[in-house]
Structure formats: structure tokens, C-alpha cells
């Protein structure tokens, strides 16, 4: 691996560990890694989380704390393999535009929350809330607008680094 890369992703690492390592004892819980996961640009599937990442990360026990020493050598890893980057604004604009049978660039809301909740890898009601609340329309509508949805997820510096 390139070592300035290297020093980067660890940089990027340990700052993301640290805003939930609230009680600095280099240790968070395994909802908080996945989270942590997910600001670091790695996003496994939850049936991935479950089976395999949280538990390595656990050591097996679903009680015990993340280490930051296990989280970051496992992230590391994540990210030299690029499995679990992001799809692309194209890719997420695509699957928009073929939920959007009547092509008005948008969804309502509602057909949405139902997809979410019960389709593919199903989110939990905290992921959902999270996606709603920077998906729908702020203006009070029902509604998600997807273009303008994407186009606030890809930002340059979410585009850097990788």
C-alpha cells in the first residue's frame, strides 16, 4: 500500500472512531463501528455486518466493545479492497429514475418507506429515519425529490481520497 495513503485512511480512521469513542477508552459499540463504517465511506450490507464484520470486530462476542486497534486495521483492509464503496451518483440515479414510473423526478415518500422496510437488505427504523429526514422534501411535502437527493450525496470531498 502507498504509505501516504496509508497515513491518510489512519488519519481519517481515528477521527471518526474519536466521535464515538465518547468516554475515550479506545473502545465503541458495534452499532456505533457500523456507523462509523458508513462515515468512512465502506458501506457493507447489514447481512455482511451481521454475519461476518461486527463479529471479527467483537471477537465473537456480541456483547463486547469494538477496539479501535481491531476497527482500524479491519477498515483498512475495507477500504484497500474498495468491496463496499459506494455505487456511483450515475448508479443511484438510475435506480431512482426506475422507481419513478412516471418520470417526475420524484417519489413519494410513503412508496419509499415501504421499499426500504421491506425490500433487498431491509433498513431499521434508524437507518430509515436518518435517509427520510436528508431524502424528503424539506419544504413539508411527502415527497422526495431524488436529483436533488443525489446531487446533495456527492459532494467533492466525499469524491477525494478514494
Known sequence: MDE???ETQRDKIQQAFALFDKEKKANINAEDAATALRYLGV???EAALKADILPDLQG???SAPVSFDKFEA???NMMASREWEPDTEDV???AFKTLDENGTGSIDANYMRELLLSKG???NEKELESFMAGARDHGGG???YYEDYCSRQWTPSREQGR
Open 4 to 6: 501516504f495513503w496509508l
Open 43 to 45: 458501506y457493507p450490507t
Open 60 to 62: 465473537g462476542d456480541e
Open 74 to 76: 479491519k477498515v483498512l
Open 92 to 94: 443511484l440515479l438510475q
Open 121 to 123: 437488505s431491509p433498513f
Open 142 to 144: 411527502n415527497v422526495i
